[in-house]
């Protein structure tokens, strides 16, 4: 039998690991990798970090070179080389060496495309601008870091992942960062309340946000200005466009693959495209959302890898590969010393979709609190009312977030329900956790709520019907009052004594810094019979989301 | 109808979180907490780091006190008061004030019993000395700190959790520590190769560690001795006994509650011991494992937790608690700068029980290479032969270990297979983590052995008629040689090339630092037909802990 031979168009995570696995599966096979840029498999999410100057080595970004994948892997390396046309029928791909311009067919048996995606920039007044940049590839980082010496306002369009990092660093370097999102907060993919601290962060770093508002074009010249949509304006030195990512599909577009509604292309579990002789992994390709089996995209590197793998091990072992399970969009941030991200669907998410949900916002230290360095952390919960199954979280904090929403992305994968998250048998010791995760405590709020032990409200009610309850301690509330009127004031410790200060007739939302004390006084009046609401997640999740919880001590 | 009477004995974990619960779901019940020492609701696993001043707030460690679960929950606290009888038949259970000796029978309706644990203390020779101590409650804590004032050699026997946190204190306190262990590794719990990087990280600090040999005895008078079962004395001015805990359950023997084969109080999944009205939780009790169901116990504060959570739940809504769904022991500790830990069944306990199971180790970063601080991390995985399911899990490294347990906990919990690991979907970016985090990577390492692609085995071979290829860099072999004759040591990136050198009569090794590179030889060999095994986790697994994938640039 002649070597099979298979040809990957796209060198970086999804292409090089399929070019990989399929070397470990099959010595003889003649494995061609075609990448359009000079760089294979190198580290896209170490870019802003180059650039800002906490990577230092850029070859520390080449994770693989064509040397390295020839030398250990034995592959056909073809950097600089742009597939341009695939002749299905006749099994070849055409492609263009970009220096030379000389076209060559490669014939194949199968065919892997991981084409990638490309940084959105909108056909915008002025956006051709040499001072107006997109991220994506090792000469993107370049160019940037060129221009960033002689910058001093640097103007980044969108608070996404890359936004803020790029923020991050331009800070970093010194400069005067403005950051721009037309949604009305940071990191949209999460629920408003749980990018407010990433929002305060950025602030305190002396970033300049400019929220709710859209770019609509630039005015060139000596200066370099951005037009808002609100007609306000940002003038800058360098521009930074960070508006996402769009697929890469004009190739698998041209040979007639089927595409989805957003022109991504089609695979099934096995990551085949409406051609089974042609596979298609990473960020070009639309895959099944876990939670609902709805086709979604998710442009990350961690899928594009694992896909990449699959891609090779159905090419060789079709019998014993299982399908690829779908995305749920585990993400996260760091923005200076805020991390922040989620995994699986977000409430703003849920709602769009008509989806039924339950959600809670718990608050605890990242250890024992006892222990010290322990900094606070904020968990939002979200689960399926009948099931109770878990459907997504958000974290923010300083330390341990990755490790929640690690442990919440597994619960999702394992179809964990709100009982098991409060069951969870979780690593303790004092410099590491609690003996009550937040993770537990999330899972307790939520058992609470589904049992009516609870009504949680997310945020402070304008009916001014409805008594405000606050239950901290008086010094701290003196400190850090509530933005709001009527507000009236007995501390946890005294409420069953003075619980009849309360009118019996009206409704109560009761308050505190953590969600934690109040939910305990939901429960004294609850059983006196009040009508009583607890704001969940506290006066951190929906007002201040650095509001302390005691005074410090003197 | 008359309030509920609830007694509860023993005021630290499980039982405050029985009280406190109970109050939360019952603002009517009368609940009366009974503890024996002057403490409730401490922090039991912060003691050795207020010894070793990590923890410099005493206070800091009282989570509750009598007075804040008085004012916050309404409950009846009763310090310093130990229960002596239980009258199964009268409802009401004997307690005599420590102080005044007055004795008083309390009636109950619902009786929880949380009486703890108590450190091991064999009767040997000597063991009376009043410079050996055992650590368990702040008094024990209050007297080991002033003894360690003026001690300056100073002796742990037991290498377990609380032993392996007390000599990391001693040498922080500048104590010339010793430290015995009956077993031939430190962290019993662990397989041995999972423990050879705390041994080494415990040496590097001072600590003389004497394995394989168990105290004997003491001998007193002005220098206090250990005696050795090996005839070897140690000379030490203070002495720490942690050889783990046994049940308090005199109370519960005396009452006539069935106890298990070890001397735990035997619960059903709702926590009720053998007479329905009275529960029991925390260290005193024997739970199901949750992989086997067979009974078991883990003296740990997170399982004490919620089952006295649970206790209370079920006191008042036993329609609606879901049964405690069993432990799987997942622990941690941190030793200097290295953290350590397991989740679920290690190979020792699988293998002496006799159940099937497979293995492999990997080794990787704890996040992106390329982003600066990138510290190692090694993780064994164990799981199920026939269906895939994970067992358990081993951890160690110096960042993001307790992280690595808690998805692998959180796994296990899901009945998660090797499939599913390589398939998680974790949060990566370059500070936390990577496209491929060392999970997915046990779970390729495993499905790979599954599936046929590589043969793991743990140490180099003793038989000489194996060729061991080490497909390190030459200049690395030469300066981190193999403990082993006849080593052949051919790079793999000119394995392809070479692979003639080697005998194909005779089967392989192949080995490397972590054990990847090795595995990307294996499958080279494999396919021209040699039989090849593959060192799992490199050498970092079975010789060095330390051993460096590459020799630092210059």
Redo the contacts between chains.
């Keep these: 039998m002649n070597p099979l031979r298979i040809v990957v168009v796209g060198g970086v ?1 999804a292409g090089a690991s399929a070019a990989a696995r399929a ?6 096979a003649h494995i061609t990798l075609v990448e359009r840029g000079p760089d294979v498999s190198f ?1 896209n ?2 870019l802003p ?1 180059f650039i800002g100057g ?3 080595q850029r070859a ?2 080449a ?1 693989q070179t064509p040397q390295t994948l020839k ?2 892997l ?1 592959l056909d390396v073809h950097p600089n080389t742009e597939a341009v046309a695939v002749d299905r029928a006749g099994h070849r791909v055409q492609v263009r060496a970009l220096d030379s311009g000389t076209e060559t067919w490669l014939p194949y048996d199968k065919l892997v495309l991981a084409p990638g995606a490309k940084p959105i920039r909108p056909a915008l007044p002025g956006v051709d601008d040499e001072r107006i940049f997109t991220l994506r590839s090792l000469p993107d980082m370049d160019r940037i870091k060129a221009a960033a010496g002689s910058a001093q306002r640097v103007a980044v369009i969108g608070a996404g ?1 890359i936004g803020l ?1 790029m923020a991050e660093q331009f800070v970093r370097l010194g400069k005067t960062v403005t950051l721009v999102e037309l949604q009305a907060q940071v990191l949209p993919p999460l629920d408003r309340p749980m990018s407010l601290l990433v929002e305060d962060e950025l602030r305190r770093h002396g970033v300049k946000l400019i929220l709710g508002d859209g770019i609509a074009g630039f005015t060139g010249g000596a200066e370099l200005t951005c037009r808002l949509q609100s007609g306000r304006t940002v003038p800058s030195e360098l521009v930074v466009l960070a508006l996402g990512v769009q697929p890469d599909t004009a190739l698998a577009r041209a040979a007639g693959l089927a595409l989805g509604a957003r022109g991504h292309i089609r695979v099934n579990a096995f990551m085949q495209t409406s051609d089974p002789d042609i596979y298609a992994a990473g960020d070009a390709v639309e895959v099944a959302d ?1 939670l609902t089996g709805e086709p979604c995209a998710v442009p ?7 896909q990449g ?1 699959l891609v090779a091990d159905h090419i060789f ?1 079709p019998e ?1 590969t ?1 399908p ?2 779908g ?8 923005v200076f010393d805020v ?1 922040a ?1 989620l ?1 699986g669907w977000s409430e703003k998410r849920l709602r769009a979709a008509g989806r039924p949900y339950r959600t809670v916002t718990v608050n605890d230290n990242h250890h ?5 360095g322990a900094k606070p952390i904020m968990l939002k919960l979200l689960w399926e009312p009948d099931s109770g199954r878990v459907l997504g979280a958000q974290a923010t904090g300083f330390v ?4 929640r ?3 919440l ?3 999702i ?4 329900t709100i ?2 998250l ?12 609690a ?3 937040i993770v ?1 405590l999330a899972g ?1 709020a939520a058992t609470n709520t589904r ?1 009516g ?1 609870v009504d949680p409200v997310d945020q402070l009610p304008d009916d001014h019907a409805v008594q405000v309850l606050d239950v901290r301690p008086p010094a701290l509330v003196k400190q850090h009052p509530l933005p709001r009127d009527g507000v009236i004031n007995i501390p ?2 005294e409420l ?1 004594a003075r619980a009849s200060e309360l009118d019996p007739q009206r409704p109560v939302v009761t308050v505190c810094a953590l969600g934690k004390t109040a939910y ?1 006084a939901a ?2 009046l609850a ?2 019979g009040w009508r009583v609401q607890s704001l969940t997640g506290g006066i951190r999740a929906s007002v201040d989301p650095r509001s302390p919880a005691r005074l410090p001590t003197p």
């Design positions: 995570a070397r470990r599966l099959s010595e003889s580290a999410c170490g970090y906490e990577i230092t520390a970004l994770v030398s250990m034995a992942y990092e876990r990350l590197g961690g899928p594009a890898n694992r793998r072992h014993r299982k690829f399970p995305v749920i969009g585990t993400s996260i941030v760091r991390a991200g995994t024992a609190g006892y222990y010290p341990g977030v990755d490790k929403l690690d442990v992305a597994t619960a994968a394992g179809e964990l009982d098991d409060a069951q969870l048998e979780l690593a303790y010791a004092p410099p590491f956790g003996a009550k995760d537990n307790f049992d032990l946890l410790a069953r305990f429960r004294v059983q006196r």
